[in-house]
């Protein structure tokens, strides 16, 4: 069995390889070489391969992408349509990302930010009581990480919500799915918080017409994908007040031009899309168990299904 690695924008894809030696010692490895020949890989683990990989390999059995979003990876045009595309199921994101979110949250709920304000001015001053029942939050996404996000939230005692795309039941959480449960869901969320995977359907979802619809000055935690965010929107939403913060961890263009408006806006917080980074020990242990059950004829969760984008 031989496994090649396209991982783009790590230096050090040799770790990986060391970690999945030590499970597959029978297995070769190699890593992309673009000067390379045809290796006759059987499979590839990758994240933002180049073009060139899914015209050399033909032989791949299945492609892993060492993230959770798989929009960079079925962007490639020269990925064959029936190539199955594996992605990586929670593998420590979610509990990050339910941190990240509860942060953000408590900037809000928890007068972080103001009293960080009043700091700054030397200000000795006790704010009202934060009444908890007023900070309901909304979901939007409630897949591997968006469900966790939720019953982490829910599990503080904020009204919690969330949004899919068919029916789902969580205990604890109020839900809506479809464009027909989306203005209901908007209606009573105060923080709203992306974790959408990036699709045709999704593209732009956070628009001004969707700011319209969250109560006055919501708040928007974005920790889907850049192209979910309509950045003009989004400024002039804060500026008519319409929207009081934005927490934003991903971007339409990353890293975030150095002249972005979102770099020096007050109500807006910048992180380098590090809401749920990858972790080599969790994903290698999915991706390896997940080879030994192709290899041995099985299915494996995790497929993304190519119709819909995710
Ligand atoms: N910032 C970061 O560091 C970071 C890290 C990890 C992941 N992410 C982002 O988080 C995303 C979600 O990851 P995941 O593992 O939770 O994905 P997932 O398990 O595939 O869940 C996706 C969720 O989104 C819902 N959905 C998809 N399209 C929809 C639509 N058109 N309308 C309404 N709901 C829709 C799905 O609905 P159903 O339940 O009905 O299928 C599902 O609940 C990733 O794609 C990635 O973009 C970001």
Redesign the pocket.
Same mark, same amino acid.
Request: hydrophobic share 35%; charged share 20%.
């Given at each position: 069995m031989h496994i090649l690695l396209a991982i783009t924008g790590d230096p050090k894809a040799q770790r990986w390889i060391d970690a999945m030696q030590a499970a597959l010692p029978d297995a070769r490895f190699s890593v992309w070489d673009a000067a390379g020949p045809a290796l006759d890989a059987d499979y590839a683990v990758v994240w933002h391969p180049p073009a060139a990989l899914f015209t050399r390999e033909t032989g791949l059995r299945a492609v892993f992408n060492i993230?959770? $979003?798989v929009?960079g990876l079925l962007s490639v045009p020269t990925l064959p349509a029936e190539l199955p595309v594996i992605r990586l199921?929670d593998a420590g994101?979610s509990v990050q990302?339910a941190e990240y979110t509860l942060h953000a949250l408590w900037e809000g709920a928890r007068d972080f930010a103001a009293y960080r304000g009043l700091q700054a001015s030397g200000e000795w001053k006790v704010l009202p009581v934060p009444r908890r029942d007023q900070w309901t939050v909304g979901v939007l =996404? !409630? $897949?591997?990480? =968006?469900r966790k996000v939720a019953e982490a939230v829910a599990g503080f005692g904020y009204p919690t919500a969330g949004?899919?795309?068919?029916p789902?039941e969580i205990p604890d959480i109020e839900t809506f799915?479809g464009q027909d449960g989306l203005p209901a869901f908007l209606a009573r969320t105060k923080v709203l918080v992306n *974790? !959408?995977? !990036?699709?045709p359907? &999704?593209r732009d979802v956070l628009n001004a017409s969707l700011f319209a619809q969250l109560p006055k000055g919501a708040h928007l935690i974005n *920790? =889907?994908?850049g192209e979910h965010l309509v950045d003009d929107d989004l400024l002039a939403a804060l500026d008519s007040g319409q929207l009081a913060r934005a927490t934003l961890? *991903?971007f339409r263009t990353e890293p975030l031009p150095k002249d972005h408006a979102f770099w020096r806006h007050p109500a807006i917080t910048v992180t380098p899309? &590090?809401?749920?980074?990858t972790l080599r020990a969790e994903s290698v242990a999915q991706i390896v168990g997940k080879i030994r059950r192709l290899q041995a004829g099985e299915s494996v969760g995790g497929q993304v299904e190519r119709g819909r984008g995710?």
């Open positions: 993230g959770a $979003g929009d199921e994101m990302m =996404g !409630l $897949g591997q990480v =968006g949004w899919s795309r068919t789902r799915s *974790v !959408l995977p !990036l699709t359907d &999704t *920790v =889907g994908r961890d *991903v899309h &590090t809401a749920a980074r995710y």
